[in-house]
Every structure is written in structure tokens, then in C-alpha cells.
């Protein structure tokens, strides 16, 4: 595996999210899942804390992004995420996040056009029996890098 | 200083928050101020990472629980958080929380009615020359502890 490879980028370079241990256990095109295990992620009264699984949720974003855009000729930023947490989480917690080819398309014509382009995803954080123990709503952003032209 | 103190708790008991080493910084009555340090919270590009300023954002919920409600009476639940990114922040961050005399009286009298009240915080995390970074939006919720009666 390269030190660059989405997968190595999502789990390692982020020094927190390291020390959270979240994975990436599946990647393809336009979908990912990652897994944020209990252990080291529980709080003073041993539930899933809300900072780690927060966490979860937005490096899904990262990993879209991956999964479904060209990381050489754009980069990620997140501008806005809410979380509703349903119930506690006393078990390592996975999320899957996707995109339709179609909005794929879309959201690289706008960037193409304007230099960046929104997107926005409500992703399920379940436990290990299924149970959605958070919602996550947020609105992350695809920006040109400045070498290809950025605004 | 004792090992159940709300420093302590607040800064030690849940493992990955001591790991970004957030800080209380003032603490009194129905007022907090906690400090989120730049070390250990960079990611990938070195700006802090979005993960660690909700954590910020969500420990000041607990911080403010312990400096206005009765913690042998009631436990914190956080309900919903919203948070929006501003700017990047490139320094340590902190954000200060407090309710007024009158919101505490309002929501142990509802507490104590009901077996629990909602509160809002709205919270701005600020970078070390004072610019807002993110807002922080939120909702949490005192419950009376099983032991007292709760509901």
C-alpha cells in the first residue's frame, strides 16, 4: 500500500483520527464504509463518545471524496455537519457513504465551471447489530486546486 | 485537586479527549472557558481538524452542565449538535460557554418536574487573536440520576 493511497491518507494522516483507530473497510468507486471501533473511542461511562463519533461522520466525507473525485485536481473541505445522536452506542460503529454517478457528474460540472461546487450527505451511523445510533447531515465542498486554475 | 473535580472529569475521563489535550481554562459559576491546543489537532494540511473543534463544541456542553447543575443529581445527555465552519484555524482554539441565573433556575425547575430538561448552548470557537473559526450549535439535556427519582 502507498503512503498516498485514499485509504492510507483517510486512516493515517490525520494524527487524531489515528488515535481513534477509524478504518476503511470498503472502498470503491463512489462508495465507502468505515468502522470506528469501541475500544479507545468509549467515554466515562463507557458509550461511543459523541467527538469520535462525530469523527466518524465527517471523514466520510473524506472518503467520498476519494472514492468519487480527482484528488489531483481537487480537494475536500467540510463547511457544515449536524448530528442528532438516537440512541447509545456500546459497540464498534460503521457508516456507508455514496454518491450516484449522476450527482457525481453534476458536482464535477459545477466545479468544473465555478471552481468548486457543494455536495451534501446524510449518512446513518449504525452499531455492529444495525441499530442508527447517530444522523449525520452535512454539506462539504469539492475547490479546485490552485495549481489547475482554482478560485 | 481531587479525581472527581469537573477539571478532571472534563479534561480526563474520556480517553480521546485527553488525547487533544483540551484544557479548562476558567471555571466558575455557570461559566467555563476551555482551550482546544493547535499540537496534536492539525491534520493532513495543518490547519485543526474538524473532529477536534466539534469535541471543543461538545465538551463545553459538559463543562457548562457541571459549573451550573447539581452532578449528584443529574448526568448530561447531548442531543444535537450543528456545526458550521467559518474560517481555518491555524492556532489554538477556545470557545467560553455560560447560561444566565435565570436559564439555570428555568431549566432545574423543569428538570425537577419532569426528570429532565433540554438546554441550548449557541458558541463561538475562536482562534487565538479572537476571529470565529465555527459556530456551534446544540442541544443537550440534564436527567435527574436513576438513584434521585429519575424518570
Not at 55 to 75: C, K, M, P, Q, V
Not at 122 to 148: A, F, H, M, Y
Request: aromatic residues 8%.
Amino acid at each position: 500500500m502507498q503512503a498516498n493511497d485514499p485509504k492510507t491518507l483517510l486512516e493515517k494522516s490525520i494524527p487524531i483520527v489515528a488515535k481513534m483507530g477509524i478504518k476503511v473497510v470498503e472502498f470503491g468507486k463512489n462508495h465507502a464504509k468505515l468502522k470506528l471501533p469501541f475500544e479507545g473511542n468509549a467515554n466515562h461511562i463507557d458509550i461511543v463518545y459523541a467527538g469520535s463519533l462525530f469523527t466518524l461522520g465527517e471523514l466520510a466525507g473524506g472518503a467520498i471524496f476519494h472514492a468519487s473525485f480527482d484528488n489531483l485536481r481537487y480537494y475536500p473541505v467540510v463547511k457544515k455537519v449536524e448530528i442528532t445522536f438516537k440512541r447509545m452506542a456500546l459497540t464498534d460503529v460503521t457508516v456507508e457513504v455514496g454518491l450516484s454517478e449522476e450527482k457525481v457528474a453534476q458536482i464535477n460540472q459545477t466545479a468544473e465551471a465555478r471552481g468548486k461546487a457543494d455536495f451534501d450527505l446524510s449518512l446513518e451511523l449504525k452499531d455492529n447489530s444495525g441499530e442508527v445510533c447517530c444522523l449525520v447531515d452535512g454539506v462539504w465542498q469539492i475547490r479546485k486546486l490552485p495549481e489547475t486554475g482554482g478560485k
